[in-house]
């Protein structure tokens, strides 16, 4: 069942499409703004569902404050509430660029595989850091 916005799963709680705004510098990304599925916490408090494409510094199981205009539209984005301990990590290849040349591809799918395995590149990896009020 789906009404404007609204998923229904069988045995889980509601779903919604929250919007995220973004900054467009130079024609990236090609988008101005983002939907994320995310599960409705109460009051304006969503869970995001699904690894964002263009939206930085957010991950799956991240709690976001969103704030809708009318009870049938999509929220958008205000701020984040309470962090995960998930991360995203952006694999783009370009077809000119460094990793679109012919052999190099091989690269960034060994990559992919490794961090699909658990492996953690140290010289890369940030400290997240937590919201100081969780929800």
């Not at 510094?57 to 809708?68: I, S, T, W």
């Not at 009318?70 to 701020?79: L, N, R, T």
């Not at 995960?84 to 990590?89: A, G, K, Q, R």
Request: one cysteine or more; a positive charge; charged letters at 25%.
């Amino acid at each position: 069942m789906q009404t404007q916005g609204w998923v229904r799963t069988r045995g889980s709680p509601r779903r919604r499409a929250a919007i995220f705004e973004l900054a467009v510098e130079d024609g990236w990304p090609p988008v101005g703004s983002e939907r994320a599925w995310a599960f409705h916490l109460g009051e304006d408090r969503y869970r995001i569902d699904n690894p964002p494409w263009f939206v930085p510094d957010l991950a799956v199981g991240d709690v976001v404050r969103a704030e809708a205009s009318q009870p049938d539209s999509h929220p958008v984005f205000k701020e984040i509430v309470q962090r995960s301990d998930h991360v995203t990590i952006r694999l783009i290849c370009f077809r000119d660029g460094p990793l679109g040349r012919p052999g190099t591809r091989v690269g960034a799918l060994h990559l992919a595989r490794c961090l699909r395995g658990g492996c953690v590149c140290v010289r890369h990896a940030r400290p997240r850091r937590r919201a100081e009020n969780p929800a």
